[in-house]
């Protein structure tokens, strides 16, 4: 059974650019979730994609948006990239959308603004 | 709205202590209760989880608790050896998201 992968590992941007981060789910699970972490602080939930639909949404501006595929992968896109954006980006995938679930963490995307 | 504390912020131990890190919750209405391993510059490793239902739960050298009444769980750590040096986080799970602490950074003197 394949765990949860992302995308690349590490990238590094220009402030005002955009990027794309990306995400495989564990088999069998319909659920990603998005978290920002950045230095020395706890992981920020970002949003929840659940069946391809957002599914909750945390304290972040509109140019954090995603996508969720029909095979459940998913895809955490960011315009007009700001300094403060440079942090470690972490999915979680997890059986459904309820709290109730364990979500199971990948390896993150260290993304760096310039 | 949920909040996540850890206490304490770093801690450092000679190489064979006991330990016991804390996490404390503002709102019991939780589904599991999650403790996580991140080792610098890396992503999280899950270590244990504890159901709303369960008060605790353990993995050889990995004990950890939950009061849902109190607010709290405790992740005690028997005979730490050099090789648990990391940073310690808490999750809290909410309807469909985690919250986490801010972590202990933990570092075993050999």
């Known amino acids: 059974e394949t765990g949860v992968t992302q995308s690349p590992t590490h990238l590094i941007k220009t402030r005002g650019q955009q990027v794309t981060l990306r995400c495989s789910s564990q088999?069998?699970?319909?659920?990603v979730s998005w978290y920002q972490q950045a230095l020395g602080q706890g992981p920020q939930f970002i949003f929840q994609y659940y069946r391809e639909e957002e599914n909750g949404r945390g304290n972040f501006p509109p140019r954090f948006s995603g996508l969720q595929f029909p095979n459940y992968s998913s895809e955490l896109n960011v315009n007009a990239l700001e300094l403060d954006d440079s942090a470690l980006y972490l999915c979680?995938?997890?059986?459904?959308?309820?709290?109730?679930?364990?979500?199971?963490f990948g390896p993150g995307t260290r993304l760096t603004v310039t | 709205k949920q909040e996540v504390t850890q206490i304490p912020a770093a801690l450092s131990v000679p190489e064979g202590e006991n330990l016991v890190l804390n996490c404390s919750f503002t709102d019991s209405a939780i589904y599991n209760l999650q403790w996580f391993r991140q080792d610098p510059g890396k992503g999280l490793t899950s270590l244990l989880l504890i159901q709303s239902s369960q008060r605790e739960q353990t993995s050889g050298r990995l004990n950890a608790s939950l009061d849902k009444s109190s607010g709290r769980s405790t992740l005690y750590i028997a005979a730490s050896q050099p090789g648990d040096s990391a940073t310690y986080l808490c999750?809290?799970?909410?309807?469909?998201?985690?919250?986490f602490g801010t972590g202990t950074r933990l570092k075993v003197l050999a």
């Open positions: 999750a809290a799970s909410g309807t469909y998201k985690y919250i």
């Open positions: 088999s069998g699970h319909n659920t």
């Open positions: 979680a995938s997890s059986l459904g959308g309820q709290g109730e679930y364990e979500q199971y």
